[in-house]
């Protein structure tokens, strides 16, 4: 019922008041999951969270990729896997002056080239530098957050990468790194 955005007329006040109706479902492994999405782009070098998106758990990840890509990043590097790739989104960035490093998917029937393969190789390297990140935010409870409404999510996922990149920076600077 909650997917269909109906909320069942028999409910009191207090269960209304304690379901989350604007969280969503999606389904990620064959398993459900109510609530919201962050979508980040982190820095390659230092992976550091450069700007961020929340979202309800059904809007498919590559909706915010344009959001979330910082133009005053000095890089204009953008690495991502395959479920991004979409040549019309592609040519409209690198118009924009981004230079794409997208991985190539397999089509049906279709297996790729050993060139095509190389390639995805050469990205995922890069690309796994941002998957750090999230390991490290489920070191700190994941992207969990209890809390009713959009607004709330927003607030609460903004603070956990807030205190993901002044973990990050103290790890930084203990290194004898100082981030430009």
């Not at 190789?121 to 409870?141: K, Y």
Request: positive net charge.
């Amino acid at each position: 019922i909650l997917e269909q955005d109906a909320t069942p007329a028999d409910w009191t006040p207090a269960q209304r008041r304690q379901k989350d109706l604007e969280a969503s479902w999606t389904k990620k492994h064959g398993k459900s999951h109510h609530g919201y999405k962050l979508s980040i782009s982190a820095d390659r070098h230092y992976k550091l969270i450069r700007k961020s998106h929340v979202s309800t758990a059904k809007e498919h990840d590559t909706h915010p990729f344009e959001q979330v890509l910082d133009p005053a990043n000095t890089s204009r590097d953008v690495w991502a896997d395959k479920g991004y790739e979409d040549k019309a989104r592609e040519q409209r960035l690198q118009r924009k002056g981004w230079r794409m490093h997208i991985q190539h998917k397999a089509k049906r029937n279709k297996p790729q080239s050993e060139c095509q393969k190389r390639r995805n190789t050469r990205i995922a390297s890069p690309r796994a530098r941002v998957e750090h990140v999230f390991g490290a935010m489920s070191a700190m409870g994941g992207k969990l957050i209890r809390s009713i409404g959009l607004a709330r999510a927003v607030f609460g996922l903004s603070i956990k990468a807030a205190v993901y990149n002044l973990r990050r920076l103290c790890s930084l600077k203990e290194g004898g790194v100082v981030p430009i």
